[in-house]
């Protein structure tokens, strides 16, 4: 329990003084946001701060900071370790970035940013690179709820009628103006997400039969799997998401001014890392070790093991926090998964989205796209999304290592991106590497090469840093 709290702890910490330091990197001032200089009614609306953290949070949330730290903590307690540092220098900071520097870049997204700090190769590769990781998400995040909602409704619905009323959803979210909808339900949702958080944290520390275990540094993984890797991959958002990426551009549209951007962005991410950190405890806490959490995954799946844990820890109550947890949640990302995905389309074609024949235009290809998907193997399409997610993740942290070199004086100052960005370096080759779904190949060959290939990108960050510099200082 020690372990637990002492975590707890250091996320607010580290908001209050690593983030303040991300910030004062950066460098926020008073320029006219997206919402105030361009206000189009659709997209770039103003928010007020409070509703922007909350959506920004159910943005970048759905259930990934529950699964995927369910799933996490097969590894044992030492994920909590992953949770904290991983957000307060990785995730956070990734988000904090992606969302001011699309701000002053008009609400561009991820992948416009790219072939303006990477290249017009980059430009391309992450337009492709980016739909694709977002049908994938708003895939996984239709299939996901309809599999628990129709074992909660009457059996003639079935799986299929709920993945159509979803896909319904989605059209409306994904084409209306973001404060008709979005704007309206998502503060709501948020905080019953961070309530049902509350709710398990609050019966793991004051009932006697749940114990959290303290962390070791050790393997627990009932299959033996390597936790480099693979843990840094499973547990995704609840750390550090490439998705955020795609998300964060929406609320860059939305706040009225920079300096509430390490609430919005830098804030909403240490949030989703505390509720991360809950699941995780709960998860081995609740069945006593990795090896029943991951028999109960196996056997329920994810949705099923979060409503057990909920119904079990918090009664009646919790059942229906779990219900709307694991239904509403990650619908809420998958419709701002397509949104997305219109955004970037609508950036690589130029179609107007004021008109609502262009919105359309672009969205029912990309949801048919998705109603087709959702025929696959959910575990399948999960393991791809969380790669492609962690790869994702990486090249956005080179994006911002790339404009703080461009726009700062002292390079050295993009450390804070570049570690980062060559640590996900790592984890994402050697990942796809060994992975199943990947080269599989073992250990002496995957870890070689993923570490090579980042010590490589760091060098050729410090050389193209420091010849920048003597450039900016030539030219004064």
């Known amino acids: ?21 991300v910030e004062k990197v950066f460098g926020p001032d008073d320029r006219k946001t997206p919402a105030i200089e361009i206000n189009d009614g659709v997209d770039c609306v103003p928010m007020k701060t409070w509703k922007a953290v909350l959506i920004q949070l159910l943005n970048i949330a759905g259930t990934g900071p529950i699964f995927g730290a369910l ?7 030492v994920v ?22 699309s701000e002053r870049h008009k609400g561009s997204s991820i992948a416009e940013l790219s072939g303006i700090y990477l290249g017009k190769p980059a430009l391309y590769i992450m337009r492709v ?13 239709v299939t996901s709820p309809a599999a628990l909602i129709s074992k909660l409704t009457p059996s003639f619905l079935g799986n299929t009628f ?7 959803y989605y059209i409306a979210a994904t084409l209306l103006p973001i404060d008709k909808v979005i704007g309206k339900l998502y503060p709501i949702f948020g905080v019953i997400l961070i309530v049902m958080a509350l709710g398990i944290a609050g019966a793991m520390l004051f009932l006697p039969q749940y114990q959290i275990p303290e962390i070791v540094l050790a393997d627990l993984h009932p299959d033996n799997l390597p936790i480099w890797p693979f843990m840094f991959v499973t547990v995704a958002c609840g750390a550090i998401s490439g ?37 995780a405890a709960a998860g081995v806490a609740f069945y006593g070790g990795t090896q029943m959490l991951s028999q109960a995954i196996g056997d329920l799946g994810q949705s099923g093991t979060v409503y057990e844990i909920s119904k079990q820890m ?55 796209v998705g109603a087709v998907l959702t025929q696959l193997d959910f575990n399948v399409l999960w393991r791809y999304f969380s790669w492609s997610n962690q790869t994702l993740a990486m090249i956005s942290l080179w994006v911002a290592t790339s404009y703080l070199v461009k726009h700062k004086d002292k390079w050295i100052v993009s450390l804070i991106t570049a570690l980062p960005a060559s640590f996900m ?37 410090i050389i193209l840093a420091n010849v920048k510099s003597k450039k900016k200082e030539s030219a004064k």
């Open 1 to 21: 329990m020690i372990s637990f709290l002492v975590a707890l702890v250091i996320l607010l910490v580290g908001f209050l003084t690593y983030g303040k330091l």
């Open 243 to 279: 998705f955020h990426a795609t998300q964060s551009p929406m609320m860059a549209k939305c706040i009225t001014s920079e300096k509430v951007g390490r609430k919005v962005f830098y804030g909403a991410m240490i949030i989703e890392s505390v509720i991360a950190l809950v699941w």
């Open 129 to 141: 690179f980016s739909v694709i990781l977002l049908l994938l998400c708003g895939t996984v995040f």
């Open 314 to 368: 918090l009664g009646s109550v919790g059942g229906v926090l779990a219900i709307i947890g694991v239904v509403v949640c990650p619908i809420t990302s998958g419709d701002t998964a397509f949104r997305s995905a219109r955004l970037i389309l609508a950036e690589w074609t130029k179609l107007d989205q004021k008109k609502i024949g262009n919105r359309l235009l672009i969205t029912i290809p990309l949801l048919a």
């Open 425 to 461: 370096s790592a984890v994402s080759v050697t990942y796809i590497i060994m992975a199943p779904e990947g080269l599989k190949q073992s250990a002496s060959i995957g870890y070689p090469i993923g570490i090579s290939v980042a010590v490589v990108l760091f060098v050729v960050y």
């Open 162 to 168: 709920w993945i159509i009323v979803i896909l319904a």
């Open 71 to 77: 799933m996490g903590a097969c590894f044992g307690p």
């Open 80 to 101: 909590f370790l992953w949770i904290v540092f991983g957000s307060i220098l990785g995730g956070a900071v990734h988000d904090y970035m992606s969302g001011m520097i």
